[in-house]
């Protein structure tokens, strides 16, 4: 879930970072003469969970339960075929052996510089996270059609994560201008091959190395699908997305939804305009405001409830045997529908073992991993942990079969 606004808001920040690093390189460039120049990276992406949305409560929905399914990143390799750039340093803190395959962050690693990427990552790979979902910024990476910037740091940022055992998982994001009119980078392309053939364009880049591709984030919600979430424009955006990926890279993951709270009617409508077969996975955001992890009191703010309903819907379809990945979840500690920190801990060390006990979960990315990315939902701050980030952490080891 994203900041409101932060989408307009995105290219000040950037433009606020740039003048710092220039201004850091006129400083060194007369201090020791300094004849290069400094990589300056810009972040890439949006989003952010400061939001509240309206919403109406879906009719409770049957559950049923699978066995477990088989590891989410079969035939994608862990193992770095070449060592991370020297900027995708420092080295490995845990061994791929270590880290639990399920369950890790998601984060805005492309915001960053990748020394700063690079140390979250550390950061999951020293506390056996083993997954990390991050967006990258269509809009920043393609600013005019077929000419692409920001790939020396992406290539940086995935090496990195490889070589740490962490298996990445990437939602490419956000319209160029040339694709939509110059309407808002959340008004989705004029026409859906366009951002097939970007993200095409990233999964052959990657083949082998990048473990699952997000299509689009929340496009149930108007904040990231203007002028209005409409079901059967995003499911032709992911079956020309999904086409393209499977081309390029047929060992990566497809991940169809990024749907929020409950909201089985947008999955109903999916499935009814042909999603079905176009997604490996369907990626749910089961935000509860408020509301524990358990409470079923309001089954659109539910974390049970609405893996239940959503599986029910799946099932529904003949795709029981298509799993959920939860790409975000989390709890604010900062303004509207915030709880207290101590409710936090409390939530995040309940809903792993309830997740746990629904094998068709197969991956859990907790948002946020650091506060400068979200006041309200960071779990760390520059790289120290917070209470509510071990309390997770000591859940997923603690729960692990």
């Known amino acids: 879930m994203s900041d409101s606004g932060v989408g307009e808001v995105r290219a000040d920040v950037r433009d606020r970072r740039v003048r710092r690093s220039l201004l850091l390189l006129a400083i060194l ?24 949305v309206a919403v ?17 990143f079969a035939g994608v390799s862990q193992t770095p075929s070449m060592a991370p750039s020297a900027s995708a340093m420092p080295s490995p803190t845990a061994a791929p052996s270590e880290l639990d395959p399920m369950f890790g ?3 805005h690693l492309m915001w960053h ?19 990390i979902r991050f967006d990258v910024s ?15 740091k992406l290539d940086q940022v995935v090496d990195a ?19 939509n009119g110059g309407r808002s980078p959340w008004v989705a392309p004029d026409n859906p091959s366009d ?28 904040l990231f699908w203007r002028p209005d979430p409409d079901p059967v424009a995003y499911t ?19 991940i169809g939804g990024s749907i929020t709270f409950g909201n089985t009617g947008f999955v109903q409508a999916m499935y009814d305009h042909g999603a079905k077969g176009a997604f490996d996975a369907l990626s749910l955001h089961p935000y509860t405001l408020k509301h524990a992890p358990d409470d079923e009191s309001d089954r659109f703010h539910s974390l049970t409830a609405i893996l239940d309903d959503v599986h029910a819907v799946m099932a529904s379809e003949g795709d029981r045997s298509t799993p959920i990945w939860i790409t975000e979840l989390g709890w604010a500690v900062v303004g509207l529908n915030s709880v207290s920190p101590d409710l936090r801990i409390d939530y995040l060390a309940r809903s792993v073992p309830l997740i746990r006990q629904r094998p068709w979960v197969q991956v859990v990315t907790m948002y946020t991993i650091d506060t400068e990315d979200s006041e309200r939902y960071g779990l760390s701050t520059g790289g120290r942990r917070s209470a509510a980030w071990r309390s997770y952490v000591d859940a997923v080891h603690k729960s692990a079969p």
């Open 29 to 52: 460039t007369v201090a020791v003469g300094w004849a290069g120049g400094l990589t300056l990276f810009a972040p890439a992406g949006s989003g952010g969970p400061e939001r509240n």
């Open 56 to 72: 109406a409560v879906p009719s409770p929905a049957a559950t049923s339960l699978l066995a477990s399914p088989p590891s989410p």
């Open 105 to 107: 962050m998601s984060g």
């Open 113 to 131: 510089d990748v020394g700063t990427a690079v140390a979250q990552l550390d950061m999951l790979a020293a506390d056996g996270l083993g997954v």
């Open 138 to 152: 269509w809009r920043w990476m393609e600013p005019s059609r077929g000419s692409y910037r920001y790939l020396d």
């Open 161 to 179: 994560a490889r070589a740490r055992g962490i298996a990445a998982v990437l939602t490419p994001i956000e319209t160029p201008a040339w694709a």
């Open 195 to 222: 951002y097939a053939s970007f993200v095409g364009m990233l999964a052959a880049r990657y083949a082998g190395r990048v473990a699952g591709w997000e299509i689009w984030n929340e496009p149930d919600l108007r």
């Open 236 to 254: 032709r955006l992911l079956l020309a997305a999904s086409a393209a990926i499977r081309e390029a890279d047929p060992s990566a993951k497809v």
